[in-house]
């Protein structure tokens, strides 16, 4: 592993074509055009190629519109539905994982194929998109494979075409800070692409570019997701353990991070998200047989929304036509992101089994309920204040910003149910943020 040292090297004066323009396409696409970069993103949705470029963000990410603005308007981005031509190409699709847990690669291998009829050879492709060990070559493999008439490397006099992983690492409502501010990783399939690539990213990351292979990148970016799953199963497990005992988990936590090497994470209603929760499984997917631990937290982790939809049927008791308040359906807190939510899940699940309850749902980042909810007849969408102040059970179930600031006056005489520890103090110990 080595660092990149950007002094002396010429920034790239380049197009750049960046295939997907999500939640981590569009930022990284937004971010290059206000490096001076020719950007022209691609969509297969016809809404978010007409939002780009009217200069609007078809989801919520703080500092995202005022940059995709700036750039539109200064002729540096622009969107449209087709592949164009382009001197680097980054590919920033989603890699979601099949109902056996494997990566379904089908839309890697699409944007491969839109890609190679556009080469004309001393192109860089780019692979962002978080995958299995092994995929920056299958996506290499597919795109000479349709194209023999370019090379990796050169070889028969044949133009070259390079290739490298480059894995996002920036949270979600935070992105445009982190894209600047964290540190990355580009591993190419040969030393030429690892370089071109990271010099394409020292246009706008501030942070060390650190060099490496392409399949290391790959694993090192799961490593992380997977680290990070571990930790928070951790949480949960004790969590669980401390419903058991009668303990209360905030306490025992807090005091546990008392030690100066101790720092447990939060519990919560589960891990959802379109990352922490798919990651783990392609490392599983590589080597099942020594990727116990790792399994292990996912299977934890993913009890936790049975879990909690079992302690509020507890605590609804027979009194099966109450009114339970839902607080929070998106994946986590202050974001409008309900992909993989446990939140979401959970809601869904009470709403069938309790259809004589009344659930109100309460959601700042939901113009509607979410179409798992939408057909319930027993399920309204109303303001945090309103549910509250009418339900016998509250269940908070993501720590938006809006929910921290209710009143906690409004929920003595009520059953609690808070998932996330926000209204949380015992005996003076108020447990400590660990982020
Ligand atoms: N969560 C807990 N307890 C905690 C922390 C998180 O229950 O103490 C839950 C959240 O509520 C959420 C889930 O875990 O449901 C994941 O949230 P997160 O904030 O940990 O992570 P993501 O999914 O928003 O972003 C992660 C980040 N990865 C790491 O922190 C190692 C981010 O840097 C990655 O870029 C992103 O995955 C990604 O796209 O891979």
Not at 52 to 71: D, I, K, M, R, S
Not at 364 to 385: D, Q, R
């Amino acid at each position: 592993m080595s660092t990149f040292d950007p002094k002396g090297q010429t920034p790239p004066a380049s197009t750049v074509a960046v295939l997907g323009l999500g939640y981590i396409g569009l930022p990284t696409a937004a971010i290059l055009a206000t490096a001076g970069l020719r950007v022209i993103g691609m969509d297969i949705d016809p809404r978010v190629v007409e939002a780009v470029n009217a200069g609007e963000v078809p989801f919520t990410e703080p500092e995202l519109g005022v940059t995709v603005a700036g750039a539109v308007s200064l002729g540096l981005l622009s969107a449209q539905g087709t592949v164009p031509e382009a001197d680097t190409y980054i590919v920033a699709v989603p890699t979601p994982f099949a109902e056996d847990k494997s990566a379904d690669l089908s839309y890697i291998r699409a944007a491969a194929g839109q890609i190679a009829e556009r080469l004309k050879g001393g192109e860089l492709v780019i692979l962002e998109s978080t995958s299995p060990p092994g995929t920056t070559r299958l996506m290499a493999d597919e795109i000479l494979g349709i194209r023999p008439d370019l090379s990796l490397d050169g070889t028969g006099g044949r133009p070259v075409v390079r290739f490298a992983h480059c894995p996002e690492r920036v949270l979600p409502g935070r992105i445009m800070a982190e894209l600047v501010s964290n540190d990355r990783i580009v591993g190419g399939l040969t030393p030429e692409a690892t370089l071109a690539a990271a010099e394409l990213y020292a246009t706008f990351c501030k942070a060390e570019i650190h060099l490496t292979d392409a399949t290391t990148a790959e694993m090192a970016k799961l490593a992380e997701n997977a680290y990070r799953d571990v930790n928070i199963a951790f949480a949960n497990e004790l969590s669980l353990i401390s419903d058991r005992l009668g303990l209360d988990v905030w306490e025992l936590i807090g005091l546990a991070n008392k030690h100066p090497r101790v720092d447990i994470l939060r519990p919560g209603p589960g891990v959802g998200g379109h990352c922490i929760a798919v990651d783990p499984w392609f490392i599983v997917a590589a080597d099942p047989e020594n990727s116990r631990l790792i399994r292990s937290a996912r299977t934890v982790n993913d009890s936790k929304p049975g879990h909690v939809v079992r302690q509020v049927l507890d605590a609804v008791g027979e009194a099966v036509d109450s009114t339970v308040a839902v607080l929070g359906l998106a994946f986590k807190a202050d974001v409008d992101d309900f992909r993989e939510s446990p939140a979401l899940g959970i809601a869904a699940e009470l709403s069938r089994t309790l259809p004589n309850a009344r659930l109100l749902v309460a959601e700042p980042y939901a113009e509607s309920l979410p179409a798992e909810l939408a057909a319930s007849p027993n399920t309204s969408l109303v303001t945090a204040t309103d549910a509250v102040s009418r339900a016998d059970v509250v269940v908070l179930l993501v720590d938006h910003q809006q929910f921290r600031a209710i009143d906690p006056e409004l929920l003595s005489g009520k059953t609690v149910l808070d998932t996330r520890g926000v209204w949380h103090t015992t005996d003076g110990h108020l447990l400590e943020r660990s982020e």
